[in-house]
């Protein structure tokens, strides 16, 4: 059975940073592109924010995210993080990890989903 777990969600001030985490098991890691989605308050669809390939080198980020946010994997460890700079007001969602075998960014392309982690910033 496939499990992603997220963890690291939780209140900040805009301006400020916080790291999420995903462990993951029942899957081969290295096998599939790990990714990060959210879906903000009142949105009835999930945002694409960031993918990493499974070698940790390729790495593709939404629009509203890149140069703040920053992905990462350890394949030794089965987890992936997204480290959050600069967070604002619009970053506020649920943020779920995922894990793709295409590697690919929208939610149709999604083999595994996590739970979520509520990510809230305060201006």
């Known amino acids: 059975q496939v499990r992603l777990v997220e963890s690291g969600g939780g209140l900040a001030q805009a301006g400020g940073s916080l790291t999420l985490a995903c462990e993951a098991s029942g899957l081969t890691f290295n096998h599939y592109a790990m990714g990060w989605f959210r879906q903000s308050p009142g949105r009835n669809r999930r945002e694409f924010v960031a993918?990493?390939?499974?070698?940790?080198?390729?790495?593709y980020y939404g629009v509203a995210v890149e140069g703040r946010f920053a992905i990462s994997r350890d394949n030794d460890k089965n987890t992936v993080h997204l480290q959050m700079n600069n967070l604002a007001s619009e970053d506020t969602a649920v943020y779920y990890c995922?894990?793709?075998?295409?590697?690919?960014?929208?939610?149709?392309?999604?083999?595994?989903w996590g739970q979520g982690t509520q990510v809230t910033v305060s201006s």
């Open positions: 995922a894990a793709t075998e295409n590697g690919g960014t929208r939610t149709n392309e999604v083999d595994y």
């Open positions: 993918v990493i390939g499974g070698s940790g080198f390729a790495k």
